[in-house]
């Protein structure tokens, strides 16, 4: 067989966009979604793809199949004779976490079923996650005799302190109302809701400013930790500028003249 009757490369991350958004789907159901090494790096790249292209406003994170991550791939983790000691998932996917946590576009992460271990770090990176209700997660890692090290950095930002001591070291598996619960999920709703729920959501952020919205997201997680006296300095600071900005002035006329602003798309 030459080149060029090769077979094309299956590829394991999906990506489209639609009216301003940008939908990210992990389609490797053979092995729930796991974490490979290929299917890291063509995450990353779609990542990469909405978050460089302006017409891209909201991004959505899903998956294929019944189970949405099942955490690392242990088939890439088990170490052979003369091989190196690093684990090849914990080479790209703290990068993958940081990009979508910082991310100026708002990230939804929309559940098609359960998830485990490393595939909670994705839903806890993200700024909304939606699951369908007969969902289940668990953090398995401490059963394999490992350490869930790595999405501790997204996950303890999101769960309460008791329920994150409570499962992480447990590895007790949780339903999704649950999950709602302690501040995994954004909502858990039945299954026929799901993509509802999600386009209601990814409807409201087109409807918000983009520079408003990136700024909104960092507050969100900033201002808790300032002094109040700081707080309340800075606060009045980017509040006076944004009322000044092209996109709050555009924002305020687009209100006044009862008509759409400019950054909504057509189909918002």
Same mark, same amino acid.
């Given at each position: 067989? $030459?080149?060029? =009757?090769?077979? *094309? /490369?299956?590829?394991?991350?999906?990506?489209?966009?639609?009216?301003?958004?940008?939908?990210?789907?992990? =389609?490797? *159901?053979? $092995?729930? $979604?796991?974490?490979?090494?290929?299917?890291?790096?063509? !995450?990353?790249?779609?990542?990469?793809? @909405?978050?460089?292209?302006? &017409?891209?406003?909201?991004?959505?994170?899903?998956?294929?199949?019944?189970? #949405?991550?099942?955490?690392?791939?242990?088939?890439?983790?088990?170490? &052979?004779?003369?091989?190196?000691?690093?684990? *090849?998932?914990?080479?790209?996917?703290?990068?993958?976490?940081?990009?979508?946590?910082?991310?100026?576009?708002?990230?939804?992460?929309? !559940? $098609?079923?359960?998830?485990?271990?490393?595939?909670?770090?994705? /839903?806890?990176?993200?700024?909304?996650? /939606?699951?369908?209700?007969?969902?289940?997660?668990? #953090?398995?890692?401490?059963?394999?005799?490992?350490?869930?090290?790595?999405?501790?950095?997204?996950?303890?930002?999101?769960? =309460?302190?008791?329920?994150?001591?409570?499962?992480?070291?447990?590895?007790?598996? #949780?339903? +999704?109302?649950?999950?709602?619960?302690?501040?995994?999920?954004?909502?858990?709703?039945?299954? +026929?809701?799901?993509?509802?729920?999600?386009?209601?959501?990814?409807?409201?952020?087109?409807?918000?400013?983009?520079?408003?919205?990136?700024?909104?997201?960092?507050?969100?997680?900033?201002?808790? %930790?300032?002094?109040?006296?700081?707080?309340?300095?800075?606060?009045?600071?980017?509040? @006076?500028?944004? #009322?000044?900005? %092209?996109? &709050?002035?555009?924002?305020?006329?687009?209100?006044?003249?009862?008509?759409?602003?400019?950054? /909504?798309?057509?189909? @918002?």
């Amino acid at each position: 067989m $030459n080149a060029v =009757d090769e077979p *094309p /490369v299956e590829r394991l991350v999906r990506g489209e966009v639609s009216g301003g958004i940008a939908t990210i789907t992990l =389609d490797s *159901p053979r $092995n729930r $979604n796991a974490l490979s090494v290929r299917l890291l790096g063509e !995450l990353r790249d779609h990542l990469d793809r @909405a978050l460089a292209d302006d &017409g891209v406003r909201v991004i959505v994170l899903t998956g294929t199949g019944p189970v #949405f991550c099942a955490g690392a791939d242990l088939k890439e983790q088990r170490l &052979g004779p003369g091989a190196a000691k690093d684990a *090849p998932v914990t080479a790209s996917f703290p990068e993958i976490m940081r990009v979508i946590w910082e991310s100026p576009k708002p990230v939804i992460c929309r !559940l $098609n079923g359960t998830a485990r271990a490393g595939g909670l770090g994705l /839903v806890a990176a993200c700024d909304f996650a /939606v699951a369908p209700d007969t969902a289940s997660f668990a #953090f398995t890692e401490v059963r394999l005799g490992v350490v869930p090290a790595m999405i501790s950095v997204t996950v303890l930002r999101r769960l =309460d302190p008791r329920a994150a001591a409570e499962y992480l070291m447990t590895g007790e598996t #949780f339903d +999704a109302a649950r999950a709602q619960e302690i501040g995994l999920l954004t909502r858990a709703v039945p299954e +026929a809701d799901l993509d509802r729920t999600v386009a209601h959501y990814a409807g409201m952020l087109l409807r918000g400013g983009p520079e408003a919205l990136a700024l909104t997201k960092r507050l969100v997680r900033t201002v808790p %930790a300032m002094p109040l006296e700081e707080g309340m300095r800075r606060m009045a600071e980017l509040s @006076a500028e944004r #009322f000044t900005s %092209a996109e &709050g002035q555009e924002g305020i006329a687009a209100f006044m003249e009862k008509r759409p602003a400019s950054w /909504v798309p057509r189909e @918002a």
